[in-house]
């Protein structure tokens, strides 16, 4: 990375949101020092009181922030700062608006986890990311249809939902299993099923996901084929389920 960044500030109003981005900064990007915000006033005042603070990111949505006039507003208050927009909206008027406000970067939240590494790396090597959607002339843009409606409950397990609150809160596969007491191969299997459940890709999408929708807990949780022993003895004698469903593997 060609620019020094010593601290990162993350401004979202969704705290899931957030603790999703912190985790993947400093477990993929070696950046340490993470600042938070939950509303523009708070992003102003951290700026102001921490000069080291060399990125931003920024949801649209923040509370008070008002678009792309909080976006200039941040650029005049800071203008070394690089500045990103990490938002749930896919319109292309919306991220042509931002790009026209100074930002460095757009990023949808329900890119893959990689390309949104490459988006992070691409501003702190000093380019501007735009998203392929920008040059897409031949695509209606409007906004794109949810994995599931606004009215439509997915419903989880109640151990789907604590390895998604350990997983948004920034641990990492392995630290889940041993505070949960199951194999790390079985946090995978229950992160598979939940991001299928979600219609999500990665953590920050499943965050942003579990803060925006309701979500039903059953009162007994279904055998789910593919846990190892030990989930199987957490149940109690519940008997399996000889449906084969091979997840994938997910990386930590």
């Known amino acids: 990375m060609t620019f020094a960044t010593k601290r990162i ?4 109003g969704q705290p899931l949101c957030r603790t999703g981005l912190a985790a993947m900064f400093s477990r993929d990007l070696d950046i340490i020092e993470i600042r938070e915000a939950g509303d523009f006033g708070a992003t102003l005042a951290a700026l102001a009181r921490d000069p080291g603070i060399g990125l931003v990111t920024v949801d649209l949505a923040l509370p008070g922030m008002r678009g792309g006039e909080g976006l200039r507003r941040l650029r005049m208050e800071r203008s070394e ?10 319109d292309r008027d919306f991220v042509l608006d931002a ?3 100074g930002v460095h970067g757009y990023v949808p939240k329900d890119m893959v986890a990689e390309e949104m ?5 691409a501003v702190l090597s000093g380019q501007i990311f735009v998203p392929a959607l920008v040059s897409d002339i031949s695509e209606k843009w409007v906004e794109p249809t949810p994995p599931r409606t606004a009215t439509t409950e997915f419903c989880l397990t109640g151990r789907q939902l604590d390895v998604l609150r350990h997983l ?17 191969s079985t946090v995978k299997v229950h992160i598979t099923a939940a991001f299928r459940a979600l219609g999500v890709h990665n953590r920050v999408s499943a965050a ?7 979500l039903t807990q059953p009162s007994g949780e279904s055998f789910i ?3 190892l022993r030990e989930e199987r ?6 008997a399996p389920d000889n449906g084969a469903w091979p997840p994938p593997a997910l990386a930590n």
């Not at 700062?81 to 896919?90: G, P």
């Open 233 to 238: 003895i957490e149940r109690r004698g519940r």
């Open 99 to 101: 790009l026209c406000a």
């Open 9 to 12: 500030l993350i401004a979202d």
């Open 225 to 227: 084929p593919g846990l």
């Open 168 to 184: 948004s809160a920034g641990k990492s596969n392995k630290e889940i299993a041993r505070i949960l007491h199951i194999a790390e």
């Open 81 to 90: 700062l690089l500045l990103v927009v990490v938002a749930s909206t896919r």
């Open 117 to 121: 590494l490459n988006a992070f790396r």
């Open 208 to 214: 942003a996901a579990m803060q925006s929708r309701p």
